[in-house]
């Protein structure tokens, strides 16, 4: 598990924005419903993201994320996993999300992806430029949108597990060579499931590829550094939004 239900984002520095956040229940084409939250910002940017969660599916974590990203001007939708095999209840801590992870299947996960992607577009009249976020199994899943051809300007990925296989399909690494949109990796130096190693390998691929990439370790910090209770790890997730937030407006054309 990445976050537990008292993990709370970091409020990005400098932001003076602020954000409206509805609940929302989107539909994919082969007409699952699931469970999606959104946030509108006062001040926007033209950006736009869809946050992947972690393991637990969107939960309050999630939801805050997105208006912290709305406060600084990046309409976000997150989006839930488990619309399939658990509905639309809540993701609290009744909710036993490991069987549900087991039965994942990329597949209709990208469908799920679509859906969000068409729900943005239609609201935003098709002009926002679209980046995908995850977290932990998210941020693997971020990753393998990159290797997808979807309607998204780049993909950021926090402590994503590199070697390990979601949904079916085949780890990052082993398909780390076809992602053809620019990354952004932010990882913890001294993430135990992580290894440094994974990291440089992905680097290596993405080089290979051609594909602009930033990866950026963060000495000594944790697995799940990004919370606003890891007051050591404080000056690590500041950097983390500057990074995210130049990440986006570098690719906010």
């Keep these: 598990m990445c976050y537990?239900?008292?993990?709370?984002?970091?409020?990005?520095?400098?932001?003076?924005?602020?954000?409206?956040?509805?609940?929302?229940?989107?539909?994919?084409?082969?007409?699952?419903?699931?469970?999606?939250?959104?946030?509108?910002?006062?001040?926007?940017?033209g950006a736009q993201v869809i946050i992947y969660p972690d393991v637990r599916g969107l939960h309050q974590f999630y939801k805050e994320l997105a208006l912290r990203f709305a406060k600084a001007g990046v309409l976000a939708l997150g989006l839930d996993?488990?619309?399939?095999?658990?509905?639309l209840t809540p993701r609290d801590d009744s909710f036993e999300f490991?069987?549900?992870?087991?039965?994942?299947?990329?597949?209709?996960?990208?469908?799920?992806?679509?859906?969000?992607?068409?729900?943005?577009?239609?609201?935003?009249?098709?002009?926002?430029?679209?980046?995908?976020?995850?977290?932990?199994?998210?941020?693997?899943?971020?990753?393998?949108?990159?290797?997808?051809?979807?309607?998204?300007?780049g993909v950021i990925a926090f402590y994503a597990g590199l070697s390990r296989a979601f949904g079916g399909g085949k780890t990052v690494l082993e398909q780390a060579e076809t992602i053809h949109y620019p990354v952004l990796g932010l990882f913890g130096g001294a993430d135990q499931g992580i290894p440094v190693s994974d990291v440089e390998q992905l680097g290596a691929s993405l080089e290979k590829a051609g594909v602009e990439h930033t990866l950026k370790i963060y000495p000594g910090a944790p697995h799940s550094f990004f919370d606003r209770r890891a007051v050591d790890h404080a000056e690590a997730s500041n950097d983390a939004w500057k990074q995210v937030l130049g990440f986006i407006a570098s690719h906010n054309a």
């Design 4 to 45: 537990d239900s008292n993990a709370q984002p970091p409020e990005p520095l400098g932001v003076t924005g602020t954000a409206q956040g509805e609940e929302l229940v989107l539909t994919a084409q082969d007409g699952n419903h699931f469970a999606a939250y959104i946030a509108q910002p006062s001040q926007p940017t």
């Design 81 to 87: 996993y488990f619309g399939r095999t658990a509905g």
């Design 98 to 153: 490991w069987p549900h992870v087991q039965q994942l299947q990329l597949a209709n996960f990208f469908l799920d992806v679509e859906a969000a992607l068409g729900y943005l577009a239609s609201r935003q009249a098709g002009k926002g430029t679209t980046f995908t976020v995850g977290f932990c199994m998210g941020g693997s899943l971020s990753l393998l949108t990159g290797t997808r051809d979807l309607a998204v300007n």
